[in-house]
């Protein structure tokens, strides 16, 4: 059932139904859009999501795993990069889909993230159970610098400067000027 509804997830992209010409693939990552939100995302073999969601001028990095969770509740999340691992705390939220309800773990976005997912060629993000196991995923990073740019500067374009993503409190801020490998 998970694996249908990640399926599901995939075939929309986190809830941004969009029309075929704003859908771009960039290597094993998309970028996409509808109206004032953006997205870039990568998946796992249709088991997880990784990706980019910019809306109302806030970009905060998502992780679905099918897993449920209680919304508003804090999950720790383990980060592998080409620089070192991370813990995360990622948040549960809902979405709604057109394809039903959809439970996603926010990931607070920062300059050292970011610095990390653009060095890396893959990372993984470990997911702990409640049989003290965990739930492990890869992703590649191949095509992150170019689905992030384009998903930025898309939307600089269709909201102009002022209305373009920026710094905000909650886990979420403007993605940087120059995405890409240091």
Not at 21 to 32: F, K, P
Not at 34 to 59: I, P, Q, V, W, Y
Not at 129 to 155: C, H, K, P, W
Request: one cysteine or more; glycine letters at 10%.
């Amino acid at each position: 059932m998970r694996r249908l509804i990640l399926s599901a997830l995939l075939a929309m992209v986190a809830a941004c139904p969009v029309s075929a010409e704003d859908r771009v693939e960039h290597g094993d990552w998309v970028s996409q859009f509808l109206d004032d939100k953006g997205e870039a995302s990568t998946h796992d073999n249709g088991t997880a999501m990784f990706g980019m969601l910019c809306a109302e001028r806030l970009c905060r990095y998502y992780y679905a795993n099918g897993i449920d969770c209680d919304p508003g509740s804090n999950y720790p999340l383990m980060i592998t990069t080409a620089v070192g691992a991370m813990a995360i705390d990622a948040i549960c939220e809902p979405m709604k889909t057109a394809n039903g309800d959809v439970k996603l773990f926010w990931i607070p976005e920062s300059p050292k993230l970011n610095e990390a997912l653009g060095q890396s060629e893959t990372i993984g993000i470990a997911f702990p159970l409640t049989s003290g196991q965990f739930r492990t995923n890869l992703f590649s990073m191949n095509g992150y610098d170019e689905a992030i740019a384009r998903m930025v500067e898309g939307l600089r374009e269709r909201m102009g400067q002022e209305g373009a993503p920026s710094s905000e409190p909650e886990g979420g801020s403007e993605v940087p000027d120059n995405p890409g490998r240091t």
